[in-house]
Nanobody
Framework: QVEVEESGGGLVQAGGSTRVSCQVS????????MGWFRQAPGKEREGVAC????????YYSKSVKGRFTVSRVNTKNTVYLEMNNLKAEDTGVYYC?????????????????????WGQGTQVTVSA
């Protein structure tokens, strides 16, 4: 049974930084790409970033590219999302998910259907 658990986030001032983490168990972690999504109240879930199995390749949405950094430590079965220069529109519940493959195809890897197992999410609130 695959388990995905996010942690971190919280309340941050606009322009500040925070990091969310995701630990995965129940699968061979370095066989799979990993993704981060977010969902604001009343909005659809939005793909934010994908990282391939080794961590050598990352793909970001236009809304976060240059501000967010995704990374992973395979020996810890953990993936991270470092968020800098945060804006009010970054507020939402952040979800981690396992890819169904090892890679991060352009565009497709920011769609929920590219992922199989999801965590419960962790809240990030950016105050103006």
């Amino acid at each position: 049974q695959v388990e995905v658990e996010e942690s971190g986030g919280g309340l941050v001032q606009a322009g500040g930084s925070t990091r969310v983490s995701c630990q995965v168990s129940g699968l061979t972690f370095d066989d799979y790409g990993m993704g981060w999504f977010r969902q604001a109240p009343g909005k659809e879930r939005e793909g934010v970033a994908c990282i391939n199995w080794s961590g050598a390749y990352q793909y970001y949405s236009k809304s976060v590219k240059g501000r967010f950094t995704v990374s992973r430590v395979n020996t810890k079965n953990t993936v991270y999302l470092e968020m800098n220069n945060l804006k009010a529109e970054d507020t939402g519940v952040y979800y981690c998910a396992t890819r169904d493959r090892s890679d991060c195809p352009i565009d497709y890897s920011l769609r929920p259907e590219a992922y199989t197992d999801w965590g419960q999410g962790t809240q990030v609130t950016v105050s103006a």
